[in-house]
Protein backbone atom coordinates (compact mmCIF):
# COMPACT_ATOMS: atom_id res chain seq x y z
CA UNK A 1 0.00 0.00 0.00
CA UNK A 2 2.84 2.60 1.09
CA UNK A 3 4.80 2.02 -2.29
CA UNK A 4 1.77 2.27 -4.43
CA UNK A 5 1.19 5.79 -2.52
CA UNK A 6 4.94 6.86 -3.31
CA UNK A 7 4.24 6.19 -6.99
CA UNK A 8 1.03 7.87 -7.38
CA UNK A 9 2.95 10.97 -5.30
CA UNK A 10 5.37 10.92 -7.75
CA UNK A 11 2.73 10.53 -10.90
CA UNK A 12 0.62 13.63 -9.62
CA UNK A 13 3.43 15.74 -8.55
CA UNK A 14 5.04 15.25 -12.14
CA UNK A 15 1.60 16.05 -13.37
CA UNK A 16 1.21 19.19 -11.09
CA UNK A 17 4.18 19.81 -12.90
CA UNK A 18 3.48 20.02 -16.08
CA UNK A 19 0.02 21.85 -15.61
CA UNK A 20 1.71 24.32 -13.41
CA UNK A 21 1.11 27.01 -16.47
CA UNK A 22 -2.33 26.63 -16.85
CA UNK A 23 -3.29 26.47 -13.43
CA UNK A 24 -3.89 29.96 -11.67
CA UNK A 25 -1.68 31.04 -9.06
CA UNK A 26 -3.46 32.59 -5.59
CA UNK A 27 -2.78 35.34 -3.16
CA UNK A 28 -2.24 34.25 0.61
CA UNK A 29 -0.51 34.36 3.74
CA UNK A 30 1.69 31.99 5.19
CA UNK A 31 4.81 31.66 7.67
CA UNK A 32 8.40 33.80 6.40
CA UNK A 33 9.94 30.36 6.83
CA UNK A 34 7.56 28.15 4.66
CA UNK A 35 7.54 31.23 2.20
CA UNK A 36 11.86 31.60 1.71
CA UNK A 37 11.43 28.08 1.63
CA UNK A 38 9.37 27.90 -0.96
CA UNK A 39 10.63 30.47 -2.82
CA UNK A 40 13.84 28.89 -3.02
CA UNK A 41 12.92 25.12 -4.73
CA UNK A 42 10.35 27.09 -6.66
CA UNK A 43 11.74 30.47 -7.37
CA UNK A 44 9.64 30.56 -10.55
CA UNK A 45 6.67 30.24 -8.82
CA UNK A 46 6.13 31.84 -6.16
CA UNK A 47 6.38 35.86 -5.89
CA UNK A 48 7.24 37.09 -1.74
CA UNK A 49 4.90 40.46 -2.03
CA UNK A 50 5.34 41.42 1.85
CA UNK A 51 7.34 40.29 4.94
CA UNK A 52 6.34 41.58 8.48
CA UNK A 53 7.58 39.63 11.73
CA UNK A 54 7.12 35.93 11.41
CA UNK A 55 4.67 36.09 8.20
CA UNK A 56 4.53 36.76 4.72
CA UNK A 57 2.07 37.97 2.01
CA UNK A 58 2.64 35.39 -0.73
CA UNK A 59 1.68 34.90 -4.22
CA UNK A 60 2.14 31.57 -5.72
CA UNK A 61 0.81 28.88 -8.34
CA UNK A 62 -1.46 25.96 -7.58
CA UNK A 63 1.21 23.82 -8.02
CA UNK A 64 3.37 25.71 -4.93
CA UNK A 65 0.95 24.88 -2.71
CA UNK A 66 0.26 21.43 -3.48
CA UNK A 67 4.56 21.46 -3.10
CA UNK A 68 4.37 23.09 0.41
CA UNK A 69 1.57 21.03 1.46
CA UNK A 70 3.37 17.90 0.65
CA UNK A 71 6.86 19.40 2.23
CA UNK A 72 6.14 21.07 5.43
CA UNK A 73 3.57 17.82 6.13
CA UNK A 74 0.95 19.90 7.68
CA UNK A 75 -2.81 18.39 7.60
CA UNK A 76 -4.46 21.74 6.39
CA UNK A 77 -2.99 23.77 3.61
CA UNK A 78 -0.26 25.67 5.34
CA UNK A 79 -1.38 29.29 3.68
CA UNK A 80 -4.53 31.25 4.09
CA UNK A 81 -6.08 32.11 1.32
CA UNK A 82 -6.69 35.65 0.49
CA UNK A 83 -9.03 37.72 -1.91
CA UNK A 84 -6.31 40.10 -3.26
CA UNK A 85 -2.34 41.42 -3.23
CA UNK A 86 -3.88 44.42 -0.67
CA UNK A 87 -5.92 41.73 1.21
CA UNK A 88 -2.82 39.47 1.50
CA UNK A 89 -0.58 42.25 2.51
CA UNK A 90 -3.21 44.07 5.09
CA UNK A 91 -3.62 40.54 7.10
CA UNK A 92 0.49 41.03 8.05
CA UNK A 93 -0.78 44.63 9.59
CA UNK A 94 -4.05 42.89 12.08
CA UNK A 95 -3.35 43.57 15.33
CA UNK A 96 -4.67 41.25 17.67
CA UNK A 97 -7.62 42.39 19.50
CA UNK A 98 -7.72 43.99 22.60
CA UNK A 99 -9.98 41.80 24.91
CA UNK A 100 -11.47 43.46 28.49
CA UNK A 101 -10.08 41.86 31.67
CA UNK A 102 -13.61 41.21 32.88
CA UNK A 103 -13.87 38.67 29.54
CA UNK A 104 -10.73 37.24 29.86
CA UNK A 105 -11.25 36.34 33.18
CA UNK A 106 -12.25 32.35 32.13
CA UNK A 107 -14.08 30.93 35.96
CA UNK A 108 -15.19 27.41 36.26
CA UNK A 109 -18.63 28.04 37.59
CA UNK A 110 -21.02 25.47 36.36
CA UNK A 111 -20.09 22.08 37.78
CA UNK A 112 -24.06 20.66 38.05
CA UNK A 113 -24.51 21.22 34.59
CA UNK A 114 -20.73 20.63 32.95
CA UNK A 115 -21.06 17.01 35.11
CA UNK A 116 -24.57 15.99 33.72
CA UNK A 117 -23.29 17.11 30.23
CA UNK A 118 -20.69 14.51 30.47
CA UNK A 119 -22.57 11.50 31.43
CA UNK A 120 -25.25 12.85 28.17
CA UNK A 121 -22.12 12.59 25.72
CA UNK A 122 -22.97 9.25 23.67
CA UNK A 123 -20.11 7.87 21.54
CA UNK A 124 -22.61 5.70 18.97
CA UNK A 125 -24.30 9.03 18.08
CA UNK A 126 -20.51 10.45 16.93
CA UNK A 127 -19.83 7.10 15.31
CA UNK A 128 -23.23 7.12 13.71
CA UNK A 129 -22.15 10.67 11.92
CA UNK A 130 -18.99 10.13 10.96
CA UNK A 131 -20.34 7.28 9.14
CA UNK A 132 -22.88 9.25 7.69
CA UNK A 133 -20.66 11.53 6.66
CA UNK A 134 -17.95 9.01 4.69
CA UNK A 135 -21.19 8.02 3.70
CA UNK A 136 -21.13 10.73 0.71
CA UNK A 137 -17.73 9.17 -1.06
CA UNK A 138 -16.00 12.90 -1.14
CA UNK A 139 -17.25 16.06 0.41
CA UNK A 140 -15.01 17.91 -2.15
CA UNK A 141 -15.57 21.95 -2.06
CA UNK A 142 -15.65 22.58 -5.76
CA UNK A 143 -17.93 19.08 -6.51
CA UNK A 144 -21.97 19.39 -6.64
CA UNK A 145 -22.50 16.65 -3.84
CA UNK A 146 -20.28 19.03 -1.48
CA UNK A 147 -23.43 21.53 -1.51
CA UNK A 148 -25.80 18.64 -1.01
CA UNK A 149 -23.49 17.98 2.34
CA UNK A 150 -23.73 21.63 3.55
CA UNK A 151 -27.92 21.45 2.95
CA UNK A 152 -28.35 17.91 4.83
CA UNK A 153 -26.00 18.98 7.64
CA UNK A 154 -28.55 21.71 7.95
CA UNK A 155 -31.28 19.75 8.07
CA UNK A 156 -30.10 17.43 10.26
CA UNK A 157 -29.14 20.32 13.13
CA UNK A 158 -32.29 22.20 12.51
CA UNK A 159 -34.07 18.39 13.12
CA UNK A 160 -32.03 18.25 16.27
CA UNK A 161 -33.13 21.43 17.81
CA UNK A 162 -36.78 20.88 17.10
CA UNK A 163 -36.63 17.51 18.66
CA UNK A 164 -35.58 18.96 21.80
CA UNK A 165 -38.36 22.20 21.37
CA UNK A 166 -35.64 24.96 20.87
CA UNK A 167 -36.66 27.47 19.30
CA UNK A 168 -33.60 30.09 20.20
CA UNK A 169 -31.77 28.29 17.66
CA UNK A 170 -31.37 28.77 14.13
CA UNK A 171 -29.40 27.23 11.16
CA UNK A 172 -28.14 29.24 8.07
CA UNK A 173 -25.88 28.80 5.34
CA UNK A 174 -23.02 31.13 4.71
CA UNK A 175 -22.29 31.54 0.93
CA UNK A 176 -18.52 32.12 -0.09
CA UNK A 177 -16.65 34.09 -2.60
CA UNK A 178 -14.19 32.21 -3.66
CA UNK A 179 -15.52 28.65 -3.00
CA UNK A 180 -19.83 27.06 -4.32
CA UNK A 181 -19.51 25.35 -0.86
CA UNK A 182 -21.73 26.77 1.42
CA UNK A 183 -20.04 26.54 5.41
CA UNK A 184 -23.20 25.77 7.84
CA UNK A 185 -23.25 27.52 11.23
CA UNK A 186 -25.72 27.03 14.11
CA UNK A 187 -26.81 29.91 16.61
CA UNK A 188 -27.68 29.17 19.97
CA UNK A 189 -28.84 32.45 21.05
CA UNK A 190 -27.84 34.37 24.40
CA UNK A 191 -30.24 34.63 26.85
CA UNK A 192 -28.22 37.53 28.85
CA UNK A 193 -25.63 39.07 26.52
CA UNK A 194 -26.72 37.73 23.04
CA UNK A 195 -23.89 39.95 21.32
CA UNK A 196 -21.28 37.97 23.06
CA UNK A 197 -19.98 35.05 20.64
CA UNK A 198 -18.97 32.02 21.83
CA UNK A 199 -17.47 29.43 18.59
CA UNK A 200 -16.62 26.16 18.07
CA UNK A 201 -15.77 24.87 14.54
CA UNK A 202 -14.69 22.26 12.18
CA UNK A 203 -14.39 22.26 8.00
CA UNK A 204 -17.25 19.91 6.72
CA UNK A 205 -15.07 19.29 3.08
CA UNK A 206 -12.70 16.67 2.66
CA UNK A 207 -9.69 15.93 0.32
CA UNK A 208 -8.11 13.02 -1.19
CA UNK A 209 -4.97 12.90 -3.94
CA UNK A 210 -8.13 11.43 -5.67
CA UNK A 211 -10.96 13.96 -4.84
CA UNK A 212 -13.86 11.49 -5.87
CA UNK A 213 -12.80 9.40 -3.08
CA UNK A 214 -12.17 11.25 -0.47
CA UNK A 215 -14.02 9.54 2.51
CA UNK A 216 -12.72 12.45 5.47
CA UNK A 217 -13.70 10.30 8.07
CA UNK A 218 -11.53 11.52 10.43
CA UNK A 219 -10.26 14.66 8.54
CA UNK A 220 -12.80 16.35 9.58
CA UNK A 221 -16.10 14.14 9.72
CA UNK A 222 -15.07 13.57 13.34
CA UNK A 223 -15.00 17.18 13.92
CA UNK A 224 -18.46 17.62 13.01
CA UNK A 225 -19.67 14.77 14.82
CA UNK A 226 -17.47 15.64 18.20
CA UNK A 227 -19.21 18.90 18.15
CA UNK A 228 -22.46 18.07 17.05
CA UNK A 229 -22.79 15.11 19.68
CA UNK A 230 -21.32 17.94 22.43
CA UNK A 231 -24.60 20.57 21.36
CA UNK A 232 -26.88 17.73 21.60
CA UNK A 233 -26.01 16.87 25.29
CA UNK A 234 -26.67 20.66 26.12
CA UNK A 235 -29.93 20.00 24.27
CA UNK A 236 -31.16 17.17 25.97
CA UNK A 237 -29.68 18.99 29.30
CA UNK A 238 -32.01 22.18 28.68
CA UNK A 239 -29.04 24.37 28.55
CA UNK A 240 -30.00 27.92 27.78
CA UNK A 241 -26.66 29.91 27.38
CA UNK A 242 -25.96 33.59 28.68
CA UNK A 243 -23.21 34.31 25.33
CA UNK A 244 -24.59 33.52 21.77
CA UNK A 245 -22.73 29.79 21.00
CA UNK A 246 -22.36 29.63 17.52
CA UNK A 247 -21.68 25.92 15.75
CA UNK A 248 -19.60 26.26 12.69
CA UNK A 249 -18.96 23.46 10.16
CA UNK A 250 -16.82 25.52 7.33
CA UNK A 251 -16.28 25.25 3.88
CA UNK A 252 -13.30 24.93 1.95
CA UNK A 253 -10.81 24.15 4.71
CA UNK A 254 -8.43 22.56 2.53
CA UNK A 255 -7.95 24.69 -0.33
CA UNK A 256 -6.56 27.76 2.17
CA UNK A 257 -8.69 28.14 4.98
CA UNK A 258 -11.24 29.90 2.60
CA UNK A 259 -14.37 29.05 4.06
CA UNK A 260 -13.63 29.98 8.19
CA UNK A 261 -10.65 32.73 6.60
CA UNK A 262 -14.17 34.89 4.37
CA UNK A 263 -15.91 34.46 7.98
CA UNK A 264 -13.58 35.43 10.36
CA UNK A 265 -13.15 38.21 8.11
CA UNK A 266 -16.46 39.71 7.78
CA UNK A 267 -17.19 39.10 12.07
CA UNK A 268 -13.62 40.97 12.49
CA UNK A 269 -14.62 43.75 9.39
CA UNK A 270 -18.55 44.01 11.72
CA UNK A 271 -16.49 44.16 15.02
CA UNK A 272 -18.44 41.20 16.59
CA UNK A 273 -17.59 40.53 19.82
CA UNK A 274 -16.42 37.01 19.89
CA UNK A 275 -14.83 35.79 23.29
CA UNK A 276 -13.10 33.13 21.68
CA UNK A 277 -12.97 30.45 19.19
CA UNK A 278 -12.09 26.21 19.29
CA UNK A 279 -11.24 24.24 16.63
CA UNK A 280 -12.03 20.47 16.40
CA UNK A 281 -10.21 18.68 13.24
CA UNK A 282 -9.32 15.41 13.41
CA UNK A 283 -10.72 13.86 17.11
CA UNK A 284 -11.02 10.16 16.11
CA UNK A 285 -7.51 8.80 15.89
CA UNK A 286 -5.58 7.74 19.45
CA UNK A 287 -2.04 8.49 18.04
CA UNK A 288 -0.05 9.17 21.15
CA UNK A 289 0.11 8.41 25.01
CA UNK A 290 -1.79 11.60 25.76
CA UNK A 291 -5.57 11.83 24.93
CA UNK A 292 -5.67 15.86 23.90
CA UNK A 293 -2.63 17.40 21.96
CA UNK A 294 -3.19 21.10 22.60
CA UNK A 295 -1.41 22.70 19.66
CA UNK A 296 0.91 25.86 20.59
CA UNK A 297 1.36 27.75 17.76
CA UNK A 298 -0.95 30.44 16.18
CA UNK A 299 -3.16 29.55 19.13
CA UNK A 300 -4.29 32.22 22.55
CA UNK A 301 -1.91 31.06 25.56
CA UNK A 302 -4.89 32.00 27.41
CA UNK A 303 -7.23 30.20 26.40
CA UNK A 304 -4.96 26.86 25.81
CA UNK A 305 -4.40 27.42 29.48
CA UNK A 306 -8.32 27.57 30.17
CA UNK A 307 -8.91 24.17 28.25
CA UNK A 308 -6.30 23.17 30.30
CA UNK A 309 -7.61 24.03 33.63
CA UNK A 310 -11.44 22.69 32.64
CA UNK A 311 -9.61 19.08 31.97
CA UNK A 312 -7.94 19.36 35.29
CA UNK A 313 -11.31 20.19 36.94
CA UNK A 314 -13.52 17.93 35.12
CA UNK A 315 -11.32 15.10 33.80
CA UNK A 316 -8.72 13.98 36.38
CA UNK A 317 -10.15 10.57 37.40
CA UNK A 318 -12.98 8.50 36.75
CA UNK A 319 -14.87 7.23 33.26
CA UNK A 320 -14.35 10.96 31.93
CA UNK A 321 -10.78 11.08 32.36
CA UNK A 322 -8.36 12.99 29.67
CA UNK A 323 -5.03 13.11 29.69
CA UNK A 324 -3.18 16.21 27.64
CA UNK A 325 0.20 17.41 26.68
CA UNK A 326 0.74 20.14 23.34
CA UNK A 327 2.83 20.14 20.52
CA UNK A 328 3.56 22.42 17.26
CA UNK A 329 1.24 22.32 13.95
CA UNK A 330 1.98 25.16 11.66
CA UNK A 331 1.10 27.91 9.95
CA UNK A 332 -2.63 27.77 8.30
CA UNK A 333 -2.60 24.07 9.40
CA UNK A 334 -6.47 24.39 10.26
CA UNK A 335 -9.40 27.15 10.71
CA UNK A 336 -8.69 28.20 13.90
CA UNK A 337 -5.45 29.95 11.87
CA UNK A 338 -8.46 32.09 10.29
CA UNK A 339 -9.62 33.44 13.25
CA UNK A 340 -6.39 33.64 15.04
CA UNK A 341 -5.45 35.92 11.89
CA UNK A 342 -8.36 38.12 12.57
CA UNK A 343 -7.35 38.91 15.84
CA UNK A 344 -9.58 36.96 17.94
CA UNK A 345 -8.40 34.04 20.58
CA UNK A 346 -8.36 30.73 19.21
CA UNK A 347 -7.57 27.25 20.48
CA UNK A 348 -6.60 23.78 18.61
CA UNK A 349 -7.34 20.59 20.70
CA UNK A 350 -5.81 17.79 18.55
CA UNK A 351 -5.91 14.11 18.41
CA UNK A 352 -2.36 13.20 18.93
CA UNK A 353 0.80 14.78 19.12
CA UNK A 354 1.69 16.47 15.62
CA UNK A 355 3.24 14.04 13.53
CA UNK A 356 1.39 11.03 15.58
CA UNK A 357 -1.45 11.60 14.16
CA UNK A 358 -3.87 9.40 11.59
CA UNK A 359 -1.39 8.85 8.78
CA UNK A 360 -4.45 7.98 6.03
CA UNK A 361 -5.63 11.86 6.00
CA UNK A 362 -6.37 13.10 2.46
CA UNK A 363 -6.41 9.43 0.85
CA UNK A 364 -9.52 7.21 0.14
CA UNK A 365 -8.35 5.20 3.40
CA UNK A 366 -9.35 7.86 5.91
CA UNK A 367 -12.24 5.58 7.14
CA UNK A 368 -14.24 4.87 10.04
CA UNK A 369 -12.47 1.68 9.96
CA UNK A 370 -9.27 2.77 11.18
CA UNK A 371 -10.20 3.88 14.56
CA UNK A 372 -12.89 1.03 14.51
CA UNK A 373 -14.84 3.07 17.49
CA UNK A 374 -15.57 6.54 18.49
CA UNK A 375 -14.03 6.27 21.97
CA UNK A 376 -11.42 8.83 21.02
CA UNK A 377 -13.75 11.67 19.92
CA UNK A 378 -15.90 11.23 22.70
CA UNK A 379 -13.36 13.12 24.79
CA UNK A 380 -13.18 15.86 22.13
CA UNK A 381 -17.39 15.87 22.76
CA UNK A 382 -16.64 16.52 26.49
CA UNK A 383 -14.04 19.07 26.25
CA UNK A 384 -16.46 20.65 23.81
CA UNK A 385 -19.28 20.31 26.06
CA UNK A 386 -17.09 21.84 29.15
CA UNK A 387 -15.95 24.93 26.92
CA UNK A 388 -19.27 25.99 25.71
CA UNK A 389 -20.80 25.86 28.55
CA UNK A 390 -17.93 27.51 31.07
CA UNK A 391 -17.65 30.01 28.28
CA UNK A 392 -21.25 30.37 27.11
CA UNK A 393 -22.37 29.87 31.02
CA UNK A 394 -25.76 29.72 32.01
CA UNK A 395 -28.84 31.60 33.13
CA UNK A 396 -27.97 31.14 36.80
CA UNK A 397 -30.33 28.23 37.06
CA UNK A 398 -30.32 26.39 40.68
CA UNK A 399 -29.84 23.17 41.75
CA UNK A 400 -33.70 23.20 41.71
CA UNK A 401 -34.07 24.47 38.38
CA UNK A 402 -31.51 21.54 37.00
CA UNK A 403 -33.40 18.79 38.79
CA UNK A 404 -36.69 20.06 36.91
CA UNK A 405 -34.94 20.39 33.62
CA UNK A 406 -33.86 16.68 33.98
CA UNK A 407 -37.52 15.40 34.21
CA UNK A 408 -38.18 13.71 31.06
CA UNK A 409 -42.12 12.93 30.56
CA UNK A 410 -44.89 12.49 28.29
CA UNK A 411 -47.65 10.22 27.47
CA UNK A 412 -48.03 7.84 24.60
CA UNK A 413 -49.76 4.83 23.63
CA UNK A 414 -51.69 4.76 26.88
CA UNK A 415 -48.40 4.97 28.59
CA UNK A 416 -46.85 7.55 30.71
CA UNK A 417 -43.04 7.36 29.79
CA UNK A 418 -40.24 8.83 32.52
CA UNK A 419 -36.85 9.60 31.87
CA UNK A 420 -34.77 10.44 34.83
CA UNK A 421 -30.92 9.80 33.52
CA UNK A 422 -29.77 13.58 33.15
CA UNK A 423 -31.45 14.03 37.26
CA UNK A 424 -28.32 14.41 39.60
CA UNK A 425 -30.82 12.79 42.36
CA UNK A 426 -32.86 9.29 42.74
CA UNK A 427 -36.37 9.73 42.38
CA UNK A 428 -38.10 7.23 44.80
CA UNK A 429 -41.66 7.25 44.05
CA UNK A 430 -44.21 8.74 41.30
CA UNK A 431 -47.37 9.78 41.96
CA UNK A 432 -50.12 10.73 39.58
CA UNK A 433 -52.99 13.65 40.45
CA UNK A 434 -55.83 14.45 38.37
CA UNK A 435 -56.91 17.89 37.62
CA UNK A 436 -58.84 18.33 40.92
CA UNK A 437 -55.57 16.97 43.14
CA UNK A 438 -56.74 13.52 43.82
CA UNK A 439 -54.07 10.95 43.58
CA UNK A 440 -54.91 8.34 40.92
CA UNK A 441 -52.16 6.31 40.84
CA UNK A 442 -48.65 5.93 43.06
CA UNK A 443 -46.08 3.52 42.06
CA UNK A 444 -42.19 2.94 43.14
CA UNK A 445 -39.33 4.25 40.76
CA UNK A 446 -37.36 1.49 40.16
CA UNK A 447 -34.93 2.66 37.62
CA UNK A 448 -34.36 6.19 35.68
CA UNK A 449 -36.43 4.51 32.91
CA UNK A 450 -39.41 3.53 33.13
CA UNK A 451 -43.21 4.01 31.95
CA UNK A 452 -46.59 3.70 33.63
CA UNK A 453 -49.97 2.48 32.32
CA UNK A 454 -52.63 5.24 31.69
CA UNK A 455 -55.13 3.19 30.41
CA UNK A 456 -57.71 3.40 32.87
CA UNK A 457 -57.56 7.44 33.35
CA UNK A 458 -59.92 9.07 31.31
CA UNK A 459 -58.59 12.00 29.09
CA UNK A 460 -57.62 15.29 30.30
CA UNK A 461 -54.59 17.16 32.28
CA UNK A 462 -52.92 15.48 35.47
CA UNK A 463 -49.51 16.57 37.51
CA UNK A 464 -46.86 13.81 37.36
CA UNK A 465 -44.85 14.28 40.94
CA UNK A 466 -41.29 12.47 40.99
CA UNK A 467 -40.72 12.18 44.82
CA UNK A 468 -36.75 12.34 46.19
CA UNK A 469 -37.77 12.48 49.58
CA UNK A 470 -39.68 14.53 51.86
CA UNK A 471 -38.25 17.80 51.07
CA UNK A 472 -37.76 17.19 47.43
CA UNK A 473 -39.83 16.70 44.57
CA UNK A 474 -40.69 17.63 41.07
CA UNK A 475 -44.08 18.29 39.38
CA UNK A 476 -44.59 18.24 35.67
CA UNK A 477 -48.35 18.56 34.24
CA UNK A 478 -49.12 15.73 31.44
CA UNK A 479 -51.85 15.20 29.05
CA UNK A 480 -53.64 12.21 28.70
CA UNK A 481 -55.12 11.40 25.28
ZN1 LIG B 1 -8.66 18.89 8.52
Not at 165 to 185: A, Q
Not at 383 to 402: F, G, H
Amino acid sequence: MKKLHLITLVVLLLSFNSFAQETKSIYATMSLSDALELKKDLPDEVEILEKRRNEAAVYFTDHAGHYLHDKVLVHGPGYIFKNSEEDAIAALYKEAKEIPANKMAFTITEDVLVNAALDLVNTQNIEDHILELEGYGTRYHAFPIAIDVANDLKDKWEAMASLYGRTDVSVRLYNHTNTNMPSVIMTIEGDVTPDEFVIVGGHLDSTSWDDNDAPGADDDASGIATMTESVRALFELGFVPNRTIEVMAYAAEEVGLVGSAEIAEEYADNNVDVISVVQFDMTNYNGSAIDVSFISDYTNGTLNSFLMELIDHYNSDGVHTITYGTSLCNYGCSDHASWTSEGYMAAFPFEANFGQHNSNIHSPDDTFSVSGTADHAAKFSKLCAEYLIESAKSNVLSVDDILVNAVAVFTQNGQLIYNLEAASRDFTSIILYDIQGKKVLEAPIISKTGNVSTQSFSKGVYVATFVVDSETSVSKKVIIK
